[in-house]
């Protein structure tokens, strides 16, 4: 079986793997070993980029922070 990259906070935050659009935390995806970008997406929130660096064995879990809200005021 593949290893999974998991991703379980913050909830109901968008997922763009590498740029490709992967689903709605919390989400399980195949991974591959290297270096990645994963980018945090939620509307009324700004987004957020991580960039991981995956290992090619067992399945690999992460809890990001929370997203910050967008102030309308600035």
């Not at 590498?18 to 591959?32: E, L, R």
């Not at 997406?41 to 929370?66: I, P």
């Amino acid at each position: 079986t593949s290893n999974q990259l998991i991703i379980d906070s913050p909830e109901g935050a968008e997922v763009y793997f590498d740029g490709a659009y992967k689903g709605i935390v919390p989400i399980s995806f195949t991974k591959t070993a290297g270096t990645h970008v994963v980018v945090l997406r939620k509307d009324g929130y700004k987004a957020k980029t991580y960039t991981l660096n995956l290992t090619g064995v067992e399945n690999e879990t992460y809890s990001f922070n929370a997203l910050q809200e967008i102030d309308d005021d600035n």
